[in-house]
């Protein structure tokens, strides 16, 4: 079994893959003060709450867009282990072509969602990865990254008019019954929530109109966001929450 972690800068979410199937998943704060000790007894014990023995994991595979993380949780994984993690960035080794002006400052979770819509659908797609940024990654069906768009997240939106006005209220991010707000947290709701959908939908369809070739590409949705947001967009066509864990293990099959 391989035990894969997708790094970000809120959340790590960590999967437990058999080939490159996702058997379990754990969803923890991303702590770059976390110790190596810390971080191996945080794996152990989310394995032996899943009653999963420390002995069926094989190997692991790490994508980070936290450098402080990554150098603490490999050294974890290779205690756990007694093999080095393989870490995944844009000096990797693998199958698709960076074609954008500094290669190496492509995040790693934008290159394996895009290995692994390349590989999955074998066509040109954009990834949508609705995290703590908004992400539109674009890879041809050649596995050619012709680079993307990066926004602020839903929840960043949020906690920025929440935290610079005086009178509005922190609120739950569900979708609103209507547009039109009759109470300050409907109100925000609509703006927030609604707005990120359409702003999702409207940079989607400015990257189709500059896409190079005739292929109209699959739009996927990932992220901690992707199912609350598909069905209030209309220019997202596949759901795929374990997209990036997914990543990783095709990733750590091709550079292990």
């Known amino acids: 079994m391989l035990l894969v972690f997708d790094v970000g800068n809120t959340e790590t979410t960590i999967g437990l893959c058999e080939g490159e199937e996702v058997k379990a998943r754990w969803r923890v704060t991303t702590d770059s003060s976390r110790t190596p000790d810390e971080a191996f007894l945080l794996v152990r014990s989310l394995l032996d709450a899943s009653g999963v023995a420390a002995s069926a ?13 990554t150098g603490p949780l490999a050294e974890a994984c290779t205690r756990l282990t007694g093999t080095p993690a393989v ?12 074609d954008v002006d500094e290669p190496r400052t492509v995040g790693a979770d934008r290159i394996i969602n895009t290995l692994a819509a390349s590989r999955l659908h074998k066509c040109d797609c954009i990834v949508v990865d609705l ?8 890879i041809t069906g ?3 990254f012709i680079g993307g768009v990066i926004a602020p997240g839903v929840q960043m939106s949020a906690e920025s008019l929440f935290r610079k006005t005086a009178k509005l209220t922190a609120t ?8 039109i707000g009759r109470r300050t947290e409907e109100c925000i709701r609509s703006g927030v929530v609604l707005g990120a959908a359409d702003a999702i939908d409207g940079l989607v369809r400015r990257i189709k109109a500059e896409w190079p070739g005739s292929q109209v590409p699959v739009v996927i949705a990932t992220g901690g966001l992707a199912a609350s947001f598909m069905p209030l967009c209309k220019e997202l066509d596949h759901l795929e929450p374990d ?14």
């Open 87 to 98: 870490i995944v960035d844009g000096r990797s080794k693998l199958p698709i072509t960076l």
């Open 131 to 138: 995290g703590t940024a908004t992400t539109f990654d674009c």
């Open 172 to 179: 739950e991010l569900l979708p609103p019954s209507k547009v």
């Open 57 to 69: 994991v094989t190997g692991t595979a790490i994508g980070s867009v936290v450098p402080a993380v």
């Open 243 to 256: 997209l990036t864990l997914r990543g990783l293990a095709m990733a750590s099959a091709m550079l292990g």
């Open 142 to 144: 050649d596995g050619r």
